[in-house]
């Protein structure tokens, strides 16, 4: 135990940055990948002539995907390991991505576009649960944070391709930018070991000392370990038992009301722009602006997260993206559209970086996987939702008022369940509470 103990309080490493540089960057592929279909929409709007309706399932379909791999990616890493589903969802995703650039139909780009959310859906919450497992707990925010603000990275590299790219080369070679890339990560993430506390929880614990020492920076002797207890398999249900029904609740509420406004406001961005009478270039160069706002939203969330706390800072950047998303419904102009853009970007994205670090701070070792496999899982119902339901308000002509309303009550919705049912994790060890 006190070898655990002695790993919870190590300080950050060369062998962490460099875990977390190696995740992120495929974090920043997942998030290319879906700032690049928002570009897309815009630029098959005219070359398929499609409807709101139909843009509004090509959106929304890869979140589809999203759920059902969130969902099962995590709950299949508390059976067999995170590093094994690490590898398969970014090579999953990577096909994909490539295949989604040869489709020759809207049917196509569709099914393409679901078998690259089963694999982006599994990545983003066995990346988050793995790395965490990593890290000391005094800067355990700070580094999911910073983890997670590589989705920024993606999203700015997706909006520079796109505005860049896209109107030169069309819309296909946004997807194969997305796709080379990513296999070079899966490549680097061979050397990347399994999670010492799934090691140690599954009984490995010579491993598990093996990879603590290589972590830490000293040597972690396996007989300093506590005995590994056998715990039975992880079940969807243990999310609702033994006071764990607070925390899931508590998720799945935040998680549908973040994916809800996220996807709904920010994939259709370019596309609401383009209606509204902006050209495709200044679409698309007014969102790589408003995109480059994203990075200092994550990196302010992660100065304040282990200092302030996970459910203060949480509460606070939902809450002002819920303002801002009002504001940017009543925007009028260039100069309004690109402030309150600005700061619906800087809150929401920061608001998310601590929602990953959150997330995977709720549940014990063995179900920690499954725990936030389903917390993404359930919110990506949210984000199918957003985006359909945009098509669905456009073509009934109600206004931008309307439409950034709605997203701005399902983020105090999603504010009012952290903070009621919400608990502080800052400075907590991961496994305190597991039985």
Same mark, same amino acid.
């Given at each position: ?8 309080e190590?300080k ?5 940055y460099r875990?977390i540089?190696?995740?992120g960057?495929g974090?920043?592929?997942?998030s290319?990948?879906?700032g690049?279909?928002s570009?897309v ?5 005219g070359a398929w002539?499609?409807?709101s /309706?139909?843009v509004?399932v090509v ?8 759920a059902?791999?969130a969902?099962?990616?995590g ?8 590093? !094994? ?5 970014l090579a999953?995703?990577s096909l =994909?991505?490539?295949?989604?650039a ?6 196509m780009l569709?099914?393409f576009?679901?078998?690259?959310? /089963? ?6 919450p ?8 990593f890290l ?6 700070r ?6 603000s590589?989705w ?5 590299v997706?909006a ?5 790219l ?7 070679i ?8 990513a296999?070079?990560?899966l490549y680097?993430r ?5 999670s010492?506390r ?7 614990v010579?491993e598990?000392?093996r990879?603590?020492t ?5 040597e972690?002797? %396996?007989?300093?370990l %506590?005995a590994?207890? $056998?715990a039975?398999?992880?079940r969807?249900?243990?999310l609702?038992?033994h ?5 899931t ?5 935040l998680?549908?009301g973040?994916n809800?406004?996220y996807y709904?406001?920010?994939?259709w961005?370019?596309? &609401?722009?383009?209606?509204h009478g ?15 706002v994203?990075?200092p939203?994550?990196f302010?969330?992660?100065l304040?997260v282990?200092? &302030?706390?996970? !459910? ?8 002002l993206s819920?303002i801002? =998303?009002?504001?940017?419904?009543h925007a009028h102009g260039?100069? $309004? ?12 994205? *920061? ?9 995977v701070e $709720?549940y014990?070792?063995m179900?920690r996987g499954?725990?936030?496999g389903?917390?993404?899982g ?9 985006p359909?339901?945009v098509?669905?308000l456009l073509a009934m !002509? ?6 950034f309303?709605?997203?701005? &009550? =399902?983020?105090v919705?999603?504010?009012m369940?952290?903070?009621? /049912?919400? !608990?502080?994790?800052? *400075?907590t %060890?991961?496994d305190?509470?597991?039985?």
């Amino acid at each position: 135990m006190q070898a655990e103990e002695s790993f919870e309080e190590s300080k950050m490493t060369h062998f962490h940055y460099r875990l977390i540089t190696v995740a992120g960057l495929g974090t920043l592929f997942d998030s290319m990948d879906v700032g690049i279909i928002s570009f897309v929409l815009a630029a098959l709007i005219g070359a398929w002539r499609l409807d709101s /309706l139909m843009v509004g399932v090509v959106g929304s379909i890869s979140l589809v995907g999203m759920a059902i791999g969130a969902a099962l990616a995590g709950t299949v890493a508390d059976h067999i390991g995170r590093r !094994k589903i690490f590898m398969l969802t970014l090579a999953v995703y990577s096909l =994909a991505t490539g295949l989604s650039a040869a489709s020759l139909a809207v049917w196509m780009l569709i099914l393409f576009r679901f078998i690259v959310g /089963l694999g982006l859906g599994g990545e983003l919450p066995v990346t988050s649960t793995m790395v965490t497992e990593f890290l000391p707990k005094k800067t355990r925010g700070r580094g999911i944070v910073l983890l997670e603000s590589f989705w920024a990275v993606g999203w700015l590299v997706a909006a520079l391709v796109a505005y860049l790219l896209i109107p030169r080369f069309g819309w296909r070679i946004a997807f194969l930018v997305g796709m080379l890339p990513a296999l070079y990560i899966l490549y680097l993430r061979r050397n990347i070991p399994e999670s010492p506390r799934y090691l140690l929880r599954t009984g490995h614990v010579t491993e598990a000392a093996r990879v603590m020492t290589m972590a830490a920076g000293h040597e972690v002797a %396996a007989a300093s370990l %506590a005995a590994p207890v $056998q715990a039975p398999r992880p079940r969807v249900s243990d999310l609702f038992r033994h006071g764990q029904s607070p925390k899931t609740v508590m998720l799945w509420i935040l998680w549908t009301g973040m994916n809800f406004a996220y996807y709904g406001m920010f994939l259709w961005l370019p596309s &609401v722009l383009v209606t509204h009478g902006y050209s495709l270039i200044n679409s698309l160069k007014y969102t790589l602006i408003v995109t480059v706002v994203q990075l200092p939203g994550y990196f302010s969330a992660g100065l304040l997260v282990d200092r &302030v706390g996970r !459910k203060p800072v949480l509460v606070l950047y939902i809450l002002l993206s819920a303002i801002s =998303a009002y504001l940017f419904g009543h925007a009028h102009g260039t100069e $309004q559209i690109l402030l309150f853009g600005s700061m619906l970007s800087f809150f929401n994205l *920061g608001a998310w970086g601590v929602t990953y670090a959150y997330t995977v701070e $709720q549940y014990p070792t063995m179900i920690r996987g499954t725990g936030s496999g389903w917390a993404m899982g359930i919110g990506r119902i949210g984000g199918i939702v957003g985006p359909f339901v945009v098509g669905v308000l456009l073509a009934m !002509k109600f206004g931008l008022a309307s439409v950034f309303g709605l997203f701005a &009550v =399902a983020l105090v919705i999603a504010a009012m369940a952290v903070l009621v /049912l919400g !608990k502080e994790t800052r *400075g907590t %060890a991961l496994d305190e509470g597991e039985s």
